[in-house]
Each structure stands twice: as structure tokens, then as C-alpha cells.
């Protein structure tokens, strides 16, 4: 199953995308928390703390795969769950890399996702909404182009796609077999 999270920021998405990843634990899989942000700075710091913190207190063992580029070469077994926190950051990662095509970030993005939904039993890929902002600048706008191709390419092949608006999930494609608040 794939399961698409998308929301602006601070929308309350990663909490939620970690308890639907909850929900679609195997019994005898590995509950794994794909961590694609890097250290900037003290608020990404707190931030960092703050979803280990819930991770931690969640009553569920998560393993932490911290994976900035090259989303498609984390070892995955059948049975795992696993949530990829998040593409805007992973985005990030690729488009500014000194040994690879910007261009093609996009690409390798969608080809790694889909490539670990093939061998995980659940992957939840979480997002940040841009499409409602204006590009400061022409390196912004092709970001933004970027990064809607590549939650349109990732929807499209979902069973579920969430947009979480202040805490509150707004189904967007396909139905919600379990609640989540």
C-alpha cells in the first residue's frame, strides 16, 4: 500500500503520517522512520527532537534510517512499514548535489519511492504543500514545478493520498479503512 501525506507546515502531518504508519504495521515487519531532512540549524534541531521524542513515546519500536539522497537504496524486507519524512526535504537534498543532474532530481525521487513500495508492504510518504505560495525567485519557482511533478507522479500510484489542514486529515484519493485523529 502507498499512502500519500501532503499538508502545509507545522500542519500537524508528521503525527498523523506516523499513526498511520502505525496502523499498517506487519506483526512480524519493522516499523521504519526514513528521516530526509539534514541538521541546519537549532530549529530543525528542535524539530529533529520533537518527532524522535513522539517516536519514542508512541508505544511502537521505529527505526530511524536518516537518507537525504538516493531514497531507493534503503534496504527494505516484504513485511516493513515505512514512512519517509519528508519529500520537500529529500527534494533538497538531490536538487542541490554536486554529483548528479538538478534536473533529474525529480526523477530519481519518484523512481526511488516507487522502487521501495515494490518490496515494502506499506510506504507513507509524507510532503509539504508549496503550491500555494509565491516563488521568490526563478530557483524557487523550479523547486516548487519539481517538487508538484513530483507528488502528482507519487498520487497517481497511491492507494490513499491525505492533505492535513490544521491538524484535521482531508481524504483526497481513495478511503480511510481505520480512523485517524
Not at 503520517?17 to 534541531?45: F, K, N, W
Not at 536518516?66 to 533538497?92: F, H, M, R, W, Y
Not at 509524507?126 to 516563488?135: A, G, I, K, R
Request: proline share 3%.
Amino acid at each position: 500500500m502507498l499512502i500519500f501525506i501532503s499538508g502545509g507546515v507545522r500542519s500537524g502531518k508528521s503525527g498523523i503520517s506516523e499513526q498511520i504508519a502505525i496502523r499498517h504495521i506487519h506483526p512480524e515487519g519493522r516499523l521504519l522512520y526514513v528521516a530526509c531532512g539534514s541538521r541546519t540549524d537549532a530549529e530543525m534541531d528542535e524539530r529533529i527532537f520533537h518527532h524522535r521524542e513522539r517516536r519514542a513515546n508512541s508505544g511502537y519500536t521505529w527505526s530511524t534510517i536518516e537518507q537525504s539522497a538516493d531514497i531507493g537504496d534503503i534496504p527494505i524486507e516484504p513485511k516493513d512499514t515505512v514512512l519517509i519524512d519528508c519529500v520537500t526535504t529529500l527534494l533538497a537534498g538531490e536538487y542541490f548535489r554536486e554529483d548528479k543532474a538538478a534536473f533529474e532530481a525529480g526523477v530519481r525521487i519518484t523512481d526511488g519511492i516507487l522502487n521501495i513500495h515494490k518490496r515494502a508492504k506499506t510506504v507513507v510518504v509524507v510532503s509539504n504543500e508549496l503550491s500555494y505560495e509565491t516563488p521568490a525567485t526563478d530557483l524557487t519557482a523550479d523547486y516548487m514545478k519539481m517538487l508538484g511533478m513530483i507528488h502528482q507522479k507519487i498520487v497517481k500510484e497511491s492507494d490513499l493520498a491525505v492533505l492535513v489542514e490544521h491538524g484535521i486529515p482531508v481524504v483526497k484519493k481513495g478511503v480511510v479503512t481505520c480512523a485517524v485523529s
